[in-house]
């Protein structure tokens, strides 16, 4: 069986739960905890792991924040 994620308007709810209902068995919906918590969850994952890639490709540059509050520091200091 092939697992795939589907994204629908609630206008069409009626319409997949009859395609399931007359499917015998051969379509299940199954809830996933991930996004009953968060809508987003798994565009979010595949967005950060596409900027980890950049950041370790040299394709996006990653700030280092501890030098960056050192230079505001010394900025402030004199």
């Known amino acids: 069986m092939t697992a795939k994620m589907i994204r629908f308007d609630d206008e069409y709810a009626s ?3 009859e395609l399931v ?3 015998n068995g051969h379509i299940e919906v199954i809830n996933d905890p ?3 918590m968060d809508p987003y969850f798994y565009e979010r994952k595949k ?3 596409q900027t980890i890639e950049d950041i370790d490709s ?3 540059k990653m700030y280092d924040f501890d030098e ?3 230079e505001l ?3 402030l200091e004199s």
């Open 68 to 70: 960056s509050m050192d």
């Open 15 to 17: 319409k997949i739960e």
């Open 34 to 36: 991930m996004l009953q």
């Open 47 to 49: 967005q950060i792991a």
């Open 73 to 75: 520091i010394s900025e």
């Open 58 to 60: 040299g394709k996006m």
């Open 21 to 23: 209902a007359s499917s």
